[in-house]
């Protein structure tokens, strides 16, 4: 369950200088009041995305909402309306979810410049996770057991796991085939191409 909703918070109340109470008439007794209504998940602002603003006659205590408001009022109320930001806070979430983007973002790019080092200059024990059929979600992993020049010896592990973390499921090493094949680099380099070879990771450093 996830809980969520909108809220709201007053900003700012400022004096309407110069406006006359249309109901009761006296001179600069009306207020204005801004109010910022915000998104938010747990309780937690997302963005704000109204301004609702009130009135109210100090004197008569007559109040107003923007849908009412006589114009003498509601002129100077969303003139002041527009000159008051929501608050900063109110974009919280939305602020985090962009960091959060921005710090994915980073670390794919730092994991794929590793990814591409380490296909460069393999080590025994690097650890390929690969795509077991074209455009299948099954994984399984390719661990390097010898290298030789251009080539490498790999063995098969001889599971396979629905899921992009391989790595921590079926890194057993009960779990590789006896049986080494050998690969070449172009050939690792085609498979990361096409999407199959996904990740490599080498846990020793
Ligand atoms: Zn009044």
């Given at each position: ?12 109340t400022?004096?309407l200088?110069?406006v006359a109470c249309p109901n009761c008439s006296?001179?600069?007794s009306v207020n204005a009041s801004v109010f910022?209504r ?12 109204s301004k609702p603003i009130v009135a109210q006659c100090e004197h008569c205590q007559q109040a107003w909402e923007e849908k009412v408001m006589p114009a003498e009022v509601r002129e100077p109320a969303k003139a002041l309306k ?124």
């Amino acid at each position: 369950m996830i809980f969520y909703g909108t809220n709201g918070s007053h900003v700012r109340t400022a004096p309407l200088p110069g406006v006359a109470c249309p109901n009761c008439s006296t001179m600069d007794s009306v207020n204005a009041s801004v109010f910022s209504r915000y998104a938010h998940i747990y309780w937690i602002p997302l963005f704000p995305y109204s301004k609702p603003i009130v009135a109210q006659c100090e004197h008569c205590q007559q109040a107003w909402e923007e849908k009412v408001m006589p114009a003498e009022v509601r002129e100077p109320a969303k003139a002041l309306k527009q000159d008051t930001r929501s608050p900063l806070l109110h974009w919280a979430g939305l602020g985090v979810i962009a960091v959060l983007i921005c710090v994915g973002a980073l670390m794919g790019a730092r994991n794929d410049r590793e990814d591409k080092a380490f296909l460069e200059n393999p080590r025994v024990g690097d650890i390929y996770t690969v795509r077991t059929k074209e455009d299948d979600k099954t994984y399984s992993l390719l661990k390097v057991v010898a290298v030789k020049g251009p080539t490498v010896d790999v063995v098969p592990n001889e599971y396979t796991i629905n899921q992009r973390n391989a790595l921590d499921e079926l890194n057993d090493p009960a779990k590789y085939s006896k049986e080494s094949f050998t690969l070449s680099q172009f050939e690792l380099k085609t498979m990361q191409n096409k999407g199959q070879l996904t990740d490599v990771d080498r846990l020793e450093k």
